[in-house]
């Protein structure tokens, strides 16, 4: 399948208002017949390690990750590598709530000689956990999250998503709702690793 290059939206302070703050580049790609992918590149200024946890471990995503109310491990566990959780999402009204249920994979190695830790999120289904009645089941077919050491202190973050929330949401709408994700995912990782 062919596909295009990425196109820069746009270059924020990670931190508005802060002098000095790293930018946050966000850049997305057109897939045909498919929703587009978004990607958000910047520096965080915390370890790698901790970074990990936030991204993987449930109890701090539901404190960072817009609008989660439920975040269930259902098998395995983060520091094995491989784990399957299900998570809500309430939304603003007139959309429907949301939910999914995640295969997710956390990889460790080595880029130029430093660590590099890569976490990547799919949807998959489980008889534990059918569509409900009261909410939209969305399909995550690619959330990949990329973490380059740069020192003790400071970390490279690639976030990348491409998500359909499903729904009778049009095609065009949806890549509109999602334009923000990439931004909105780097600043909130960022706040929540100030604050925790």
């Known amino acids: 399948m062919k596909t295009t290059n990425w196109i820069k939206i746009d270059e924020n302070p990670l931190e508005p208002g802060v002098h000095n703050s790293p930018k946050a580049i966000t850049e997305s790609k057109d897939i045909p017949g498919e929703i587009r992918m978004f990607r ?19 109890k701090a995503r539901l404190k960072w990750v817009e609008r989660m109310t439920e975040n269930i491990l259902i ?14 999402y309430d939304l603003v009204w007139p959309v429907s709530n949301r939910d999914y249920v995640f295969q997710q994979t956390l990889e460790k190695s080595l880029n130029k000689e430093k660590n590099r830790i890569i976490v990547k999120v799919s949807s998959i289904e489980h008889p534990d956990f059918p569509e409900k009645t009261n909410r939209v089941r969305g399909k995550l077919p690619t959330c990949v999250f990329t973490l380059d050491e740069v020192s003790e ?16 949401i049009p095609g065009f709408i949806k890549n509109i709702i999602q334009k923000g994700w990439s931004l909105k995912t780097m600043r909130a990782l960022n706040n929540y690793m100030k604050n925790h």
């Open 40 to 58: 958000g590149t910047t520096t965080i200024a915390y370890g790698i390690v901790p970074i990990a946890k936030a991204v993987c471990e449930p």
């Open 75 to 88: 098998e395995g566990n983060p520091d094995d590598g491989k784990w399957l959780s299900y998570e809500a």
């Open 153 to 168: 202190k400071e970390t490279h973050l690639e976030v990348m998503v491409q998500v359909d929330p499903g729904g009778s």
